[in-house]
């Protein structure tokens, strides 16, 4: 059994693929996805259930059309879905046939479920957060929450911010200059009849924002910033304080994490919604939500 497989390691086995007697038949796609922890995870939850099936990591070129091709390979092999990860989502949205609320006004799909109608794409980034921020803060909804959403205009950020619309939180959206950020700002705007919810839009080099993150009770990073050792924090640890929640969504310990605890914030990191979204998603594949003690000790109890 390999850590990683592409298409062409996939193409030539035999249909179905199955390893250690159990036909594989859902995944997680994404490049690089070597650090993936879904496999234990979801692995965790399918023995739980007792669903005779493999869950593996699945590298995809990022060259054009080789997501899509690598899909119509799952496909033949008697895939019932697979996770999507970076930098896929916003493909898999354009992959899928029928989509649900969230992943039509993010623009971005992280489930993926083959059904005899077509190809269903969901996006569980979104609840899987708000169950997330739930547990960090003690049980707070998202609507009585002033958030900061770092990243705004990614496949992930954008879900985050459209989950906080769709839960009755007005988030402050904070990206670098794209031309994404006021049509995500729009579109937020456009969810409530008739119009007249404004919501904030800020580049990370705007005057006006370090106020806002002071003000704000958490703060969330769902820019690339942290994937590697050495990236700079998204904000000056200064304008951090401990008043704040403060939510990484990489699923490791990043820098911005550590700083934030310095300065006496209450923290956590993206393994806790790694949990929650695959629970989700898991309830899209089988109709039925797995239970949570065995994916959360598969992920080491989110050490």
């Not at 796609?29 to 692995?43: E, L, R, T, V, Y």
């Not at 005899?116 to 960090?136: K, M, Q, S």
């Not at 119009?195 to 990073?221: C, M, R, S, W």
């Not at 990043?254 to 914030?265: E, K, M, V, Y």
Request: charged content about 20%; some cysteine; overall charge neutral.
């Amino acid at each position: 059994m390999k850590d990683v497989y592409t298409a062409e390691d996939i193409a030539g086995l035999s249909t179905p693929w199955v390893l250690k007697d159990k036909p594989v038949q859902l995944g997680v796609i994404g490049n690089p996805i070597a650090h993936s922890k879904s496999p234990q995870m979801q692995q965790a939850a399918l023995d739980a259930v007792g669903v005779n099936a493999a869950y593996v990591r699945l590298l995809a070129g990022t060259e054009e059309g080789a997501f899509e091709s690598l899909l119509h390979i799952l496909h033949d092999k008697g895939f019932i879905g697979v996770n999507v990860t970076v930098p896929f989502k916003k493909r898999a949205f354009l992959a899928a046939q029928h989509r649900d609320a969230l992943a039509e006004l993010s623009g971005a799909v992280n489930t993926l479920v083959w059904r005899e109608d077509g190809l269903h794409g969901y996006n569980t980034d979104g609840p899987g957060f708000e169950r997330a921020i739930a547990e960090l803060t003690g049980g707070k909804a998202l609507a009585e929450l002033r958030i900061v959403i770092l990243g705004a205009c990614g496949g992930a950020g954008s879900a985050l911010a459209c989950q906080c619309a769709l839960s009755g939180c007005k988030p402050i959206l904070v990206n670098r200059q794209r031309p994404e950020l006021p049509a995500i700002k729009a579109r937020l705007e456009s969810l409530v009849e008739k119009g007249g919810l404004n919501i904030p839009a800020y580049t990370f080099d705007d005057k006006a924002l370090q106020k806002e993150v002071e003000h704000a009770d958490l703060i969330v990073n769902a820019t690339s910033l942290g994937l590697r050792e050495g990236d700079p924090l998204p904000l000056p640890a200064a304008w951090l304080h401990p008043h704040h929640f403060v939510y990484d969504i990489v699923t490791h310990d990043t820098p911005f994490r550590r700083a934030a605890a310095a300065r006496g914030c209450t923290t956590d990191k993206g393994l806790s919604m790694l949990l929650w979204q695959g629970a989700i998603a898991f309830d899209h594949w089988f109709a039925t939500l797995p239970p949570i003690a065995p994916m959360r000790k598969a992920l080491g109890d989110l050490g």
